[in-house]
């Protein structure tokens, strides 16, 4: 027999018994020398689960959200060869990164004005602009000044390249060695380094 401080209306659906809580009166007093039982939350969530395990648990108080996953980091990937540009795209997302791709160099100045990004792979020679002066334009922005960037090259340009070791945070040579480049992203961000997913 349900206490006096619930209204509790019952039903039968097939072979099964459900119970309805309505109304709940918690009041702390004694009325005509009889004290009034009351039940705690819990104890009538434990009852109403036991006697339908479909109820899902509510939440505990103060339990706290699960925190949302922080944003993946951003690459921008710029390579005119498409086959490469492809194989390294994959690569990237494979261990966890967010990859914006460009086809040249222009390409990739425009989406680095455009987007967000967190550390830039150029290919070095490229159309439209090369990957070293790509690197100038961003080095002479103060807004992406400060962006890694990895320059992606040939063993024959290495000498070539020497007076621009200053605008550039690493070399990677060609053909790229995806775990190389994994680990050359995690040194430049200071991050763990990611390891492919299935």
């Known amino acids: 027999m349900p206490h006096a401080g619930a209204s509790v209306t019952g039903g039968t659906s097939g072979s099964n018994n459900s119970l309805l809580l ?67 795209e994959v690569t990237l997302q494979r261990a966890g990164y967010q990859v914006i791709t460009a086809g040249d160099g222009l390409a990739g100045m425009r989406c680095a004005l455009t987007t967000k990004v967190d550390v830039v792979i150029t290919d070095a020679v490229m159309p439209e602009m090369t990957g070293q002066q790509l690197a100038r334009f961003l080095r002479s922005n103060s807004k992406l000044a400060k962006l890694p960037i990895i ?11 020497g ?24 040194k430049l961000l200071n991050t763990p380094v990611s390891e492919a997913r299935p």
């Open 22 to 88: 309505t109304t709940l009166e918690r009041p702390s007093y004694s009325r005509d020398g009889l004290t009034r039982v009351t039940f705690s939350d819990d104890f009538l969530t434990s009852s109403l689960r036991a006697m339908n395990p479909e109820i899902s648990a509510a939440p505990a108080d103060g339990a706290k959200a699960a925190e949302a996953p922080p944003p993946a980091i951003s690459v921008l990937l710029v390579e005119d060869d498409r086959s490469v540009r492809r194989y390294l």
């Open 151 to 161: 320059l992606l090259t040939g063993h024959d340009n290495d000498k070539r390249l």
């Open 163 to 186: 007076a621009d070791k200053t605008l550039i945070d690493a070399f990677l040579h060609k053909p790229i060695n995806a775990e190389e480049l994994k680990k050359c992203l995690a």
